[in-house]
């Protein structure tokens, strides 16, 4: 019997089964691939903010592969805006190899990792598991469930979540020629519901993406993407992903059980990126866990700890629901006030990646800004 059972061998699973076992607690985390890091399916953009505020302690040369400046965007009929910064504000990482170490400083810490092993269903404390091909049961005191978007555990402890709530994406590595500094990203009805974008690995390497919602075939909405951008690229390598794009979880908490990362919608609607999100639910999950262990503190200490980093998830998703009420004439038209409004130079100032009640509510102290003022309290009231 394990005492606390992590299922998914992600950046959160991985950082909140280490933080456990230093606590002294055993810990088992199940990982149904045989490789941890394998296969890659995230764009690897990380902000600079959000990676230094959660001091992980590992060496950036080990696993960050570019560094990001600045930020081109592109509406559906070209009006651009661009905000560039003197200091790096987003690192492009190799997603296997930050993986790998988060991986190594689990099982230096103590914890243990099966890998190749999936979860069928899950009773209580019961978990039924296929490894190598044979049926296991596994008991455990505490489960954290990081397996992912689709997860298994929060499908069974919760009504069925639509797929609505969710984007498809698509990328390809590819080579060509681009501005290694900046990242693109482009809205259109190629994209409906989300947007598609370009991060730069080096100067003759980059991730192409695109996001839609679900149900429409996406890698050509990706082709009609390249082609009316006219890349000229090398596809080196493909890959797709099921992105959550939805306000977070609030109930967060079973029996014995914890909702961890994309499993709990822990992911910015905004653009889809969930690493520094996950790790910080990963830090308040695993204290949770321990002082449950320790002082039998009830789990549920959990959904009112994650409190301030779902504030800023849900601000991301009312972002992300009137971006997506707007057709492609009002995203122009919103493109086009933004940028007369200055916002380019206000976004350069204040502007920050995970947490954008850190800036909206400042447009309404920036007097050129004051015309945006009605879209910013939709979402600072909305």
């Known amino acids: 019997m394990s005492l606390v059972t992590v299922i998914g061998a992600g950046p959160a699973g991985l950082r909140c089964a280490e933080l456990i076992a230093n606590e002294g607690f055993e810990v088992t985390v199940l990982e149904e691939h045989t490789t941890v890091g394998r296969p890659v399916q995230c764009a690897g953009l990380v902000s600079e903010t959000g990676l230094s505020e959660l001091e992980l302690g590992l060496n950036q040369e080990d696993y960050v592969v570019n560094s990001i400046y600045g930020a081109k965007m592109v509406s559906p009929h070209n009006v651009v805006l661009k905000v560039r910064k003197k200091k790096p504000v987003a690192q492009v990482i190799d997603r296997f190899k930050f993986d790998q170490l988060l991986y190594k400083r689990a099982l230096k810490a103590g914890a243990k990792v099966a890998l190749g092993t999936k979860l069928i269903d899950i009773t209580e404390s019961s978990l039924f598991l296929e490894a190598k091909g044979r049926g296991e049961l596994m008991k455990s005191n505490v489960v954290v469930a990081a397996d992912g978007p689709n997860s298994l555990v929060r499908n069974t402890t919760h009504p069925k979540i639509g797929g609505e709530s969710f984007v498809h994406g698509f990328q390809y590595r590819v080579e060509g020629s681009f501005d290694k500094k900046m990242v693109e990203l482009h809205f259109g009805s190629y994209a409906k519901g989300f947007f598609a974008w370009v991060i730069p690995e080096s100067e003759t390497i980059a991730r192409i993406g695109i996001g839609a919602k679900l149900g429409q075939d996406i890698e050509k909405r990706m082709k009609v993407f390249m082609q009316e951008k006219k890349f000229d690229v090398k596809i080196l390598s493909k890959s797709s992903a099921l992105i959550p794009v939805i306000n977070p979880l609030k109930q967060l908490v079973g ?128």
Do not use: C
């Not at 409004?341 to 400042?362: N, Q, T, Y």
């Open 255 to 382: 029996t014995n059980t914890l909702l961890l990362g994309d499993a709990a919608f822990q992911t910015k609607a905004t653009t889809g990126g969930g690493i520094v999100m996950g790790l910080n639910a990963a830090e308040i999950a695993a204290e949770s866990v321990a002082n449950n262990l320790k002082h039998n503190s009830p789990l549920k200490e959990y959904e009112n700890n994650i409190a301030p980093v779902n504030k800023e998830l849900a601000l991301h998703w009312k972002i992300r629901a009137y971006l997506n009420s707007l057709n492609d004439h009002k995203l122009d038209d919103l493109f086009a006030k933004a940028k007369n409004a200055g916002i380019e130079a206000f976004l350069e100032e204040h502007g920050d990646m995970d947490k954008p009640s850190r800036f909206v509510k400042k447009i309404l102290l920036k007097p050129r800004l004051w015309g945006l003022a009605p879209t910013a309290m939709r979402f600072i009231l909305g």
